[in-house]
């Protein structure tokens, strides 16, 4: 018997200092957490997009990649958004993410 909210990817919360840009059509926002199959970003304005829409952009990393991600929307919050992606991170690549941010906040571990 598992948790009741156990998740299938381990999600990397970002600090504030450090947050990735996800940009959508010329747009940017702030990634507040993200795993190989989701993201949960800031959006501010009053036109958030709703549950089930698609949406896709590009993730820039702080270590300097880009990652062209796509999803849908599965939650809305305001001002945060969360999709689930069907195209997402790879796996090596949030382990860099997760070592990047280990080496550079002591107290993040």
């Known amino acids: 018997m598992g948790y009741r909210f ?30 190989e199959q989701g993201i949960r970003y800031v959006h501010p304005g009053p036109s958030r997009p709703n549950p089930g829409v698609a949406v896709e952009g590009l993730v820039r990393l702080p270590t300097g990649e880009e990652v062209e991600v796509e999803g849908t929307v599965v939650r809305v ?28 906040l002591i107290a993040w571990r």
């Open 77 to 104: 919050e305001a001002p945060q958004v969360a999709l689930v992606l069907s195209r997402g991170v790879p796996f090596g690549l949030m382990l860099d993410q997760q070592r990047y941010l280990q080496q550079r």
């Open 6 to 35: 156990e998740r299938a990817y381990y999600r990397l919360v970002y600090p504030l200092a450090f947050r990735p840009t996800f940009v959508v059509g010329g747009a940017k926002f702030q990634v507040v957490d993200l795993s």
